[in-house]
């Protein structure tokens, strides 16, 4: 796959270029599959995945100018003929993945059968918001309750190998400050990226590139 791994969508003009470097054509000419699946455990998560895929939040996707988009809701793949949603994965040019609760994406990534079928998309893009970008980690930390409590540490997709945390030392995300992500990147076994939402990590055959026109950091994993 290729990977567009953004804190908060597309928001400038450098992270629509990497899409559409990434796409190999203008996004008009592109179909994609946006996923709400994340945001349903949070207060208000049915309206919030409507305004994701309405394209009325904060974070820029759904309302780029696709040429088609279609939803594809995880929770409901099970219950669902495998050829049809696969089919309909494999014709698709993006993935456009929602963030919410990490746990619960990844929980549903893997139950619904998309984590095994994720890696044989060699040409399609994978475009993630906060957790659809963290979980595509080897692991993940996080804490939203309290940004003081230790992070809770668990297995991510292994889809790229480092970690990500998004919000960087954003003022509605105290638990992605730089102190709390360096406290995390000493608890995981691979690279971490702390990312703005100004800011992305583009994934092409293999090389890593951050796309950005705000502040990001890499922190070493702990000797």
């Not at 992070?151 to 480092?162: H, P």
């Not at 971490?192 to 994993?221: H, M």
Request: glycine share 8%; net charge negative; with cysteine.
């Amino acid at each position: 796959m290729k990977f567009l791994l953004t804190s908060a969508g597309i928001k400038n003009p450098s992270l629509l270029t990497a899409l559409v470097d990434l796409l190999g054509k203008p996004i008009s000419e592109a179909s994609a599959l946006c996923i709400p699946t994340a945001i349903y455990p949070f207060p208000g998560g049915p309206g919030m995945a409507h305004r994701f895929i309405s394209g009325l939040t904060s974070s820029p996707m759904c309302e780029l100018g696709w040429k088609s988009l279609g939803v594809l809701e995880l929770t409901a793949l099970p219950s669902i003929d495998k050829a049809y949603w696969t089919a309909a994965v494999q014709e698709a040019d993006a993935l456009l993945v929602y963030g919410g609760d990490i746990h619960y994406l990844c929980r549903w990534m893997r139950e619904s059968g998309l984590a095994d079928l994720l890696p044989s998309l060699r040409e399609t893009v994978y475009v993630g918001i906060s957790a659809g970008s963290m979980v595509t980690a080897p692991v993940f930390g996080e804490t939203y309750d309290d940004p003081k409590r230790p992070f809770v540490i668990d297995q991510g997709l292994g889809l790229v190998d480092f970690a990500l945390l998004p919000h960087l030392d954003h003022e509605r995300h105290p638990e992605s400050s730089t102190v709390n992500v360096a406290r995390m990147a000493a608890e995981v076994p691979v690279p971490t990226y702390g990312i703005d939402d100004q800011t992305a990590i583009k994934v092409l055959d293999g090389t890593v590139e951050v796309v950005s026109e705000g502040r990001w950091r890499l922190f070493a994993p702990a000797s």
